[in-house]
Each structure stands twice: as structure tokens, then as C-alpha cells.
């Protein structure tokens, strides 16, 4: 299935969980099973929101965008910590009030038993996504699965805390056990926003993709010839890393050219999704690539 596939399936299951903890949520009259409830909402806005974001990814390079269209991606994850952020700001009120107002709780081993239903179908598609995500280096779906294995967990908090009422009778655990939700989920939140801000800043490849660059490059490196000014970024789910490429003068222009195809062939062979870009350069000429200093 393909990352689209998967995000259509996650909005299925997003409806379902909203159905099944809203209900558990009506029958008991716990905030905590609404707390629950309010984070599937999220877990909608930000599946539908991500395959948006995911088709816009996926269309090829135009004249606007010559590098392609790939860090919207970046903008599903913000965009789906922005709304863990509101959710948690509802629980949190809702909590406050319900502990400022303590009310008795209905049908708790219903609630219990929808909830339960809805963490399954919640855990099984997040495992699934995350696998895929793995594979496919879609910052869109590992940030849609990892908000649904926060829900998960979430939902494990709320029906233990709530198993605790049952046997204590006190009641003024439900509403603190809202506010723990909401206080796991605001982290959950500002970790995707950060990483999204990280990749919409031209974040570099991670370290075990420029360890694999660095071993081809390994591979090439002669007394004649030799690499610098190697710098790496990540867009989405590609991966671009630019380079000088130093050669004896004497070589001639056919030679060059036929050299740095190789390493560029050798290098996105390497590491899946990399588009390499090599200036070639004579042995003895040095390039400064740096931008100079501004006149205040």
C-alpha cells in the first residue's frame, strides 16, 4: 500500500475511533474518555490534512519549484502539532472544570470496553504506518502515526485511571487523569512542530545516510582525486547532497564528465531517494562557496 493508501485508511479509522469514544464518552460521563474522544478529533483533522499534504508532495518539479515540492510534507506535521496543541487546551479546561465540579460516573465498564475497541484499531494501523514510514522517509506518515500511538497510550492512561475510580470511588481521579492526558499530549505536540521547523530549515541528512556518502565518495578518492565542501539536506522524503569534485587539469572534458556520472550513479544508488549534484573543479583550483560578509 502506498503512503496515500495508508493515510485514507488512517481518516476510516479516525471516523471509527471518534464514533466509539464518543460513545464511551456519553454512557459514562467521564472527561476522561472525553479527553480521549477530542484527541481522535485531532488524529482526523490531521490524517485529512496529511494526505493533502502528501498529494502536493508528490507532484513533480515545475517552473516555480525546480527542486520539487517535497517539504510539504513539513507542513502536515506542524500542522497536526498545532491541533494537539488546541486539543490539549480544551481537555485541560474541561478538566479544570470537572475538577472544580466533581460528578459521579455511568456505565464506566461500557465506556471502558469502547475505549479498549477503539485503542486496537488505533495501535494495529499505527504500527503499520510506522513500518511504512520507515521504509518510504515520509515525515507526513510517521507524524500521523506517532500521534496515533500517542493516542493509543493516552487511552491506556485514561482506562487504567479509570479502573482505579471504579475500585477507590474516587471520583476526582477522572479529571486529573484528563490533565495528564493533555500535559503528554501538548509534548507529543511540540516535538512534531519542532521537527517540522527543523526540516523546512534545510535540516541535513541524517548521520547514517551522510556515513553511507562518505564511504562511496571512500571508494573514488585517489591521489589524483578528492571531494569537499559536501553538504547535505533533507526536503520531505528526498535527500540532496552538493559537492566539489577536484581532478588532474590535464583530463579531458569527456573523462571529467564520465567520472562524475559514476559517483553520482554510486552515490543515490547508496542511499535511496538522494539526488547528488557535483561541481567538477581542477586539483589545484580551491572554490569559496561562502556568502560574504554583510555591510552594516
Known amino acids: 500500500m502506498q503512503v496515500a493508501g495508508y493515510l485514507k485508511l488512517s481518516v476510516g479509522v479516525a471516523l471509527a475511533t471518534i464514533a466509539?469514544?464518543?460513545?464511551?464518552?456519553?454512557?459514562?460521563?467521564?472527561?476522561?474518555?472525553?479527553?480521549?474522544?477530542?484527541?481522535?478529533l485531532v488524529n482526523l483533522a490531521g490524517a485529512t490534512f496529511a494526505l493533502a499534504m502528501v498529494s502536493v508532495a508528490s507532484r513533480p518539479p515545475d517552473d516555480d519549484h525546480p527542486y520539487g515540492h517535497h517539504k510539504a510534507e513539513y507542513f502536515s506535521s506542524g500542522f497536526e502539532g498545532v491541533l494537539i496543541f488546541t486539543a490539549a487546551l480544551a481537555i485541560l479546561w474541561a478538566a479544570v472544570q470537572r475538577l472544580l465540579e466533581p460528578q459521579p460516573l455511568q456505565a464506566l465498564g461500557l465506556g471502558l470496553a469502547l475505549s479498549v475497541a477503539a485503542s486496537v484499531l488505533n495501535g494495529g494501523l499505527a504500527l503499520s504506518m510506522l513500518r511504512k514510514a520507515r521504509a518510504t522517509g515520509s515525515i507526513a506518515l510517521e507524524g500521523d502515526a506517532r500521534h496515533l500511538l500517542t493516542d493509543v497510550w493516552t487511552s491506556a492512561g485514561v482506562v487504567a485511571g479509570l479502573v482505579a475510580v471504579a475500585g477507590t470511588g474516587w471520583i476526582w481521579l477522572d479529571p486529573v487523569i484528563a490533565i495528564a492526558v493533555?500535559?503528554?499530549?501538548?509534548?507529543?505536540?511540540?516535538?512534531?512542530?519542532?521537527?517540522?521547523?527543523?526540516?523546512?530549515?534545510?535540516?541535513?541528512?541524517?548521520?547514517?545516510?551522510?556515513?553511507?556518502?562518505?564511504?562511496?565518495?571512500?571508494?573514488?578518492?585517489?591521489?589524483?582525486?578528492?571531494?569537499?565542501?559536501?553538504?547535505?539536506?533533507?526536503?520531505?522524503?528526498?535527500?540532496?547532497?552538493?559537492?566539489?569534485?577536484?581532478?588532474?587539469?590535464?583530463?579531458?572534458?569527456?573523462?571529467?564528465?564520465?567520472?562524475?556520472?559514476?559517483?553520482?550513479?554510486?552515490?543515490?544508488?547508496?542511499?535511496p531517494g538522494l539526488r547528488a549534484s557535483i561541481q567538477l573543479l581542477p586539483a589545484d583550483v580551491e572554490a569559496h562557496d561562502h556568502d560574504p560578509p554583510e555591510r552594516e
Open 20 to 40: 466509539l469514544k464518543t460513545a464511551a464518552w456519553w454512557v459514562s460521563g467521564s472527561v476522561g474518555l472525553l479527553s480521549d474522544a477530542l484527541e481522535s
Open 182 to 271: 493533555a500535559l503528554n499530549i501538548l509534548r507529543e505536540g511540540a516535538r512534531l512542530v519542532h521537527r517540522s521547523a527543523q526540516g523546512l530549515m534545510d535540516h541535513a541528512v541524517e548521520p547514517q545516510a551522510r556515513e553511507a556518502i562518505e564511504r562511496t565518495l571512500d571508494g573514488f578518492r585517489h591521489r589524483t582525486i578528492r571531494f569537499d565542501h559536501i553538504v547535505t539536506r533533507r526536503a520531505g522524503r528526498r535527500l540532496f547532497v552538493d559537492l566539489h569534485m577536484h581532478m588532474p587539469a590535464s583530463w579531458s572534458l569527456g573523462r571529467a564528465a564520465a567520472m562524475r556520472a559514476a559517483v553520482e550513479q554510486a552515490l543515490m544508488s547508496a542511499v
